[in-house]
């Protein structure tokens, strides 16, 4: 769909930079965000309703579509995670109307506003928390492919594709790409937040949902998952992920935060090393979060 570009920044490691998708800071949530709300124009929707934290590149881009088409949207967040972010200030400024609610009620919010709007007259559309479902999926299958035609042009295979794996359907289009094409190689998600086995559970219910037809073996054996680096869990910074953050502007100009993408390339390079891997081609992807990088940014400077 967008083609970003891959950025060589050492002599056999390269960034897929997603984040630099033209639209609201872009990222993977602005790849979800497009197919979602290709589901919605189609439809008679009037008001578009998510989930998600202060610090959600998700909310943060649904809010922007949903004020681009002149659509009300309601985001339902948990207060445990409602600290004041750039992405935060950027669903203020789209108009969203923000509910905060303790993690444990964040459900029957859900349920319950949508009970609500219906009996208002409205006619809501609902958007899992991250973009989550077969739609989120489809996003990164159509990404894994923008891979593979990068290679074939450019003569280069990537033996290895990491990530910030999340709620976890950009880890299972990239391995949906994979199974698909009958491709050899490692992807690997670093994991953000959520312990194995749920992490990895998430995303292996994700790629049977959306590709039935699938060999089980096949599905476990293609899906790596790491919780080795989520540090004290989602949203928290560490010295390293700082230090992380610090190094990637500095030596590559590429910005990184510490709620997603610092984790994930600091994951990788320590992966890297733990496993002593050599003279292979490595593909980084960028998910995006701009805005959380001014908000780590304002801590270090």
């Not at 923008?146 to 594709?161: C, L």
């Not at 992807?285 to 270090?300: S, V, W």
Request: glycine content about 10%.
């Amino acid at each position: 769909m967008w083609n970003t570009p891959i950025q060589q920044i050492e002599s056999n490691i390269f960034v897929k930079r997603d984040d630099l998708i033209p639209y609201s800071f872009g990222g993977n949530k602005a790849r979800k965000g497009f197919l979602f709300f290709e589901e919605i124009d189609r439809g008679n929707y009037d008001c578009v309703i998510t989930y998600g934290s202060s610090h959600s590149n998700h909310c943060r881009v649904i809010s922007n579509m949903a004020a681009a088409r002149g659509m009300e949207c309601i985001l339902i967040g948990p207060e445990e995670v409602s600290d004041l972010t750039y992405n935060s200030r950027f669903m203020e400024l789209f108009g969203a109307k923000i509910i905060t609610v303790p993690v444990e009620q964040v459900h029957d919010t859900i349920e319950n506003t949508l009970e609500q709007l219906k009996k208002d007259g409205k006619n809501p559309y609902f958007i899992p928390g991250g973009g989550h479902g077969n739609i989120g999926t489809e996003a990164y299958v159509q990404c894994y492919e923008e891979i593979r035609e990068y290679e074939m042009k450019n003569n280069v295979h990537f033996d290895y594709i990491f990530f910030a794996s999340g709620t976890g359907t950009t880890h299972s289009g990239l391995v949906c790409g994979q199974i698909k094409n009958g491709d050899e190689r490692e992807i690997i998600g670093i994991s953000i937040a959520r312990k194995n086995p749920r992490g990895r559970n998430v995303v292996i219910e994700s790629i049977r949902e959306y590709m039935p037809e699938a060999p089980e073996n096949v599905i476990q054996e293609k899906t790596i998952f790491l919780d080795d680096y989520t540090g004290d869990g989602y949203g928290k910074e560490s010295t390293e992920i700082s230090d992380t953050i610090k190094d990637s502007m500095v030596k590559y100009g590429i910005p990184l935060d510490s709620t997603y993408t610092a984790k994930a390339f600091f994951g990788m390079k320590k992966h890297i090393e733990k496993e002593q891997i050599k003279d292979k081609n490595i593909l980084f992807i960028h998910t995006g979060g701009t805005p959380l990088f001014f908000d780590d940014a304002e801590k270090m400077i």
